[in-house]
Structures are given as C-alpha cells and as structure tokens.
C-alpha cells in the first residue's frame, strides 16, 4: 500500500518560507496596549482613560453619566452602543480608516447586561439583578457572544480600554467557585467572563482613592529617616503592584521595580512606568 503524505508533513524542498516568518522579537508591532481597568464609581477611571492618544473613540454603555466630567475634551468622539453588533461596525470601521489611536468600552459591565436583554429579549434588566434571571445556559451564551465582541476589540491596531465596575467575588456568586478561601476584588463581570479577559489584556488595574500620604524626613542622631504620615485631602490612584486579593496584572521592562500605585495616572505616567524610564 503507498504511503500517503499528509499536507503539511515531510521535507520542504527551500527553508526561505519558514525563514521569512521569523524576525527578531523587538521589532513586533504590538499595536497599542490593551488594558482593563476596574474600579468604583468616582475613582477616576473616566479621567484616566481620557489622557490615552487622542483621536480617542468612547462606546458608552453606561447611560453616559459618568463621561460628563470630559465633555470639554477635545478630540473624544463618544458612540453609545444601541446593540452588541454596533461592536462589529466598530472594529470594521477602525479597520478599514484607523481613523482613532484609542478605543474604549465604558463600561463592561453593562455591555454584559446589554448583551443579556437582547437574549432574553426585553428593554432593561431588574434594578437588582439574581442568579434567577436567567438561565445557566442564557449566562453561558452572553459569555460565549460578550468574548466573541470583545475579542474583536482585542484585536485592533490602536489602544483598547476595557472598563468595568468594580465587584467583591465570594466563591459561590452567581455559580462562580466555592473553593474561593478569602474575597477578591475584580471587575463586575461573570465569573467565567472575567477569569476569560484578565489573560487576554495587557494590564489589569483598579482605580481607587485614598488618603493624602506625605513624606517626612527627620533626622536621628547622624542619620537621615524618612517617614508617611497622613496629609489633607485625597491622592486618586491606579493599582500596579501585584495582590493577594485585587485583581492585577502589570508587564514592564525587566528589573523595573513596579510601585504600589500610580498617583494621579496618566497614560503618559502609565508608558513611563511600563518603559522604566
């Protein structure tokens, strides 16, 4: 009987092909950064999301209140999402044109419930929404389509903001894991969607607000102590650092030591920190 190569298998004939492929890692095209950023309502995650490079493309899916504190800044075009498709339009308009340096999504959260009125087919969700609502296999599919949107979103050559409230998982919400020992905060998605696009994003943030730190230097005996002590006012800040129970995920160039936080972020601030310079 003769033996049938499959397509693919044996001995190529040139290696110029595979050759062509191969390229040297610091010349990859990353294409912008791709970035979730959670955290509760006034915390800053509008502002910060508006200093990204500018032509800047908002979907809103929010009701639009919370970009109201940016309505003075130029170059932001805003698009609020009628339908989970209008993501389709979206990526084949930035595709086709490149016509904006960073897109985001505020928030995530409710373009889940968006996604799950058009399956259950009904105008707005409950104000208190259960593990009722709908079914295991309804919450398998809004996972399954909310991927499938935002993958697209992913992919794109230009910045992408992913934004999102911010929830405490238990273990055992809303089927999520019952192993679960101690909280964690993370955004307020599903379960399944939320352990989905923490690994397929750059960096994972959480915006919050905390007490003015400021720094003493008093001196004992022949040596200089720096100390933190509470100052007036409030200090707005992008969780960096590794922790046990917020979720975080920060990439930057080896040996950078990464902070705790990032005082007042910028995108600027954010690059700084990310190319250790």
Not at 9 to 23: E, F, L, N
Not at 59 to 81: A, Y
Not at 120 to 129: E, S
Not at 160 to 175: K, L, M, Y
Request: aromatic share 6%; hydrophobic share 35%; glycine share 8%.
């Amino acid at each position: 009987m003769p033996i049938v190569v499959k397509q693919g298998q044996g001995k190529p004939d040139k290696p110029t092909d595979i050759r062509s492929r191969i390229r040297p890692i610091a010349e990859r095209d990353l294409g912008g950064i791709k970035i979730n950023v959670y955290g509760q309502s006034g915390t800053g995650k509008t502002t910060f999301w508006s200093s990204f490079p500018k032509p800047i493309l908002a979907l809103i899916c929010s009701g639009g209140q919370e970009t109201r504190s940016i309505v003075n800044v130029p170059e932001i075009d805003e698009m609020e999402l009628a339908s989970p498709l209008d993501i389709n339009d979206v990526c084949e308009l930035q595709n086709a044109e490149q016509p904006y340096k960073t897109i985001v999504l505020d928030h995530a959260s409710a373009f889940q419930d968006l996604i799950l009125t058009k399956l259950l087919g009904i105008d707005t969700l409950p104000a208190q929404m259960t593990w009722g609502v709908a079914t295991r296999e309804q919450w398998g599919q809004v996972s399954i389509q909310f991927k499938e949107y935002v993958r697209n979103l992913l992919k794109l050559h230009c910045n992408v903001v992913i934004v999102a409230q911010e929830r405490v998982f238990n273990g055992g919400d809303d089927g999520s894991d019952t192993g679960i020992i101690k909280p964690t905060v993370a955004s307020a998605l599903s379960p399944g969607i939320k352990d989905w696009l923490n690994p397929n994003v750059d960096y994972v943030c959480q915006t919050f607000i905390r007490q003015k730190m400021e720094l003493n230097t008093v001196k004992i005996g022949t040596k200089e102590v720096t100390t933190r002590s509470v100052g007036e006012g409030v200090e707005y800040c992008l969780r960096t650092a590794p922790s046990p129970v917020f979720a975080s995920k920060f990439r930057a160039v080896l040996g950078t030591e990464i902070p705790d936080c990032i005082i007042n972020p910028t995108y600027a601030r954010l690059m700084s920190l990310i190319s250790g310079k």
